[in-house]
């Protein structure tokens, strides 16, 4: 759920260096899993639960954004963001950096944005390849670093990072090289986890230990992020107009929705000055 380069294992290669923007331990993690991505009631069951609240708001923060900036100019005629339509992001170049086997990457798809999905693991890309291809859905998965697509020089009109951050050793330095993807006008959306003693108990202990929603040792509590930093990190970048929103869950419903508490789970989205 991170970044590009071989992984120590049965293949062979040798271990990748941990640097600020990659952790070769949380990305072998998330290879094993690979072939779960795509089970509602397996290892990544939050993520299915949490998926249309998170939608939901990159949705709504990219028309809003984009009706105000302005379609961009490489649209095809006659595209239209709108958050009512059934193609609401039709004309929108979107990266999501540690896409993991699709889960978001799909559904942008499906609201007619041009997507690229990025992932250090092979596993991971191969699992989003094999789940994208039958539904005909035209997302061009790599496995690659964010450093990769910088040097080669690409822009996005938006750039997605969610459940990321608090994988990663230096949150700052990758959202400063992950800036650089987005286009003068564009936007970053963020999801990630407040570290808080609230989201201690809910994120670590509940999740992994009492329900087992989340493999044991998933997240490290030291690298959730309060909003405050983020929104630092993300001014650092060049990034401004920082948004955030709460999701919260319902054990009564079962269910997570927006909410204006960000004292566990969070997302945030910031825009680059045109």
């Known amino acids: 759920m991170i ?9 062979g290669t040798e271990p990748v260096s941990e640097t600020p923007t990659f952790d070769p331990s949380e990305v ?11 089970d509602p009631n397996g290892k990544f069951r939050p993520l299915h639960q949490i998926g249309p609240a998170r939608l939901a708001f990159l949705r709504d923060r990219l028309t809003e954004h984009f009706r105000h900036t302005g379609t961009p100019p490489d649209a095809p005629r006659g595209a239209h963001l709108g958050a009512t339509t059934m193609r609401p992001l039709s004309g929108l170049a979107i990266l999501d950096i540690g896409c993991g086997g699709g889960l978001v990457a799909e559904p942008l798809c499906r609201m007619g944005a041009r997507v690229t999905g990025i992932d250090p693991s092979t596993e991971n890309i191969g699992t989003a390849r094999a789940h994208s291809a039958p539904q005909g859905l035209a997302i061009d998965y790599r496995a690659a670093r964010v450093e990769d697509l910088v040097a080669a020089g690409e822009r996005f009109d938006a750039v997605t990072c969610l459940e990321v951050l608090e994988h990663i050793p230096d949150p700052a330095a990758f959202l400063a090289m992950a800036a650089k993807l987005i286009r003068p006008g564009g936007l970053m959306l963020v999801s990630t986890i407040n570290r808080t003693p609230k989201s201690y108990a809910l994120a670590i202990v509940a999740a992994e230990y009492v329900f087992g929603w989340l493999p044991r040792g998933t997240h490290q509590w030291e690298r959730f992020i309060a909003p405050d930093e983020l929104a630092g990190h993300l001014a650092a970048a060049g ?3 920082t948004r955030f929103e709460g999701i919260v869950y319902d054990p009564l419903r079962d269910r997570w929705s927006l909410s204006p508490d960000t004292g566990v789970n969070y997302v945030a989205a910031a825009s680059r000055p045109g």
């Open 3 to 11: 970044e590009n380069l071989p992984l120590s294992g049965d293949s």
């Open 28 to 38: 072998e993690r998330f290879a094993r899993l690979a072939a779960e991505w795509w």
């Open 239 to 241: 990034l401004t107009d």
